[in-house]
């Protein structure tokens, strides 16, 4: 399997919602990343997990929280959310992790969060 | 601070013309510079990175740290070439081994006409 695979593909929450995203790869990497993506604009780092800990959080409010269960699998949890958090929610993977983190990205198809 | 330029929101060529898409960095240590590609309809995926050399469905790119540019360039450009583009940084630390903190540039889309 050389594949990023996201869930769901759409989600519409409201503000008041609790839910949560998935990402899955099971090529044996060992750093996964999570992207927000606004229409015609370029991906935006959110976090990066390394050996399944948090390496990197690019100061992304707290009603945004990750989590990574084993090696395979990344969540992203989202409460509270705001109309302007809705986007494109890119999940991403690569061999090696934090500081060797030079290898090629594999990314997701993503989730398209709507939030009214 | 990493920052990544590329000037050229659209870019239209006609098939067969070369097409050269430009990207410009700032980086104060060693950058590793990609270019990914995102077809209609498709995810993002890698293109080529400068520390490979390799040469991707005929793309080129090379890194002038001199004036801090990794243009992309393809001397025949083809339909299917038609695409978002960005350009992207990664910072190298002293071990020569990335960071992993990807910026991606504005991106261009090209458009390829027949």
């Known amino acids: 399997d050389t594949e990023v695979t996201q869930t769901p593909k759409h989600l519409v929450m409201g503000m008041t919602n609790k839910k949560s995203l998935k990402c899955e790869q099971h090529m044996g990497h060992r750093a996964m990343y999570w992207y927000k993506q606004k229409a015609k604009k370029p991906p935006e780092l959110m976090f990066v997990?390394?050996?399944?800990?948090?390496?990197i959080n690019e100061s992304v409010p707290s009603r945004f929280s990750p989590e990574c269960p084993n090696s395979s699998l990344l969540n992203l949890h989202l409460h509270a959310l705001q109309p302007e958090d809705s986007a494109l929610y890119l999940c991403?993977?690569?061999?090696?992790?934090?500081?060797?983190?030079?290898?090629?990205?594999?990314f997701g198809p993503g989730t398209r969060l709507t939030v009214t | 601070a990493q920052r990544v330029t590329q000037p050229e929101k659209l870019l239209s060529v006609f098939k067969g013309a070369p097409v050269e898409l430009k990207c410009n960095y700032s980086?104060?240590?060693?950058?590793?510079l990609f270019w990914y590609v995102q077809y209609s309809r498709q995810r993002l995926q890698l293109l080529l990175r400068h520390i490979s050399r390799e040469s991707i469905k005929g793309f080129t790119a090379d890194l002038n740290k001199g004036e801090t540019s990794f243009h992309l360039k393809k001397p025949f450009a083809q339909e299917e070439d038609s695409a978002m583009y960005y350009c992207a940084l990664s910072g190298l630390n002293a071990g020569g081994t990335s960071y992993g903190k990807l910026t991606f540039g504005q991106g261009t889309i090209l458009t390829v006409h027949p």
């Open positions: 991403a993977s690569s061999q090696e992790g934090w500081p060797s983190s030079g290898y090629e990205q594999y």
């Open positions: 997990y390394s050996y399944e800990k948090l390496s």
């Open positions: 980086y104060s240590g060693s950058p590793e």
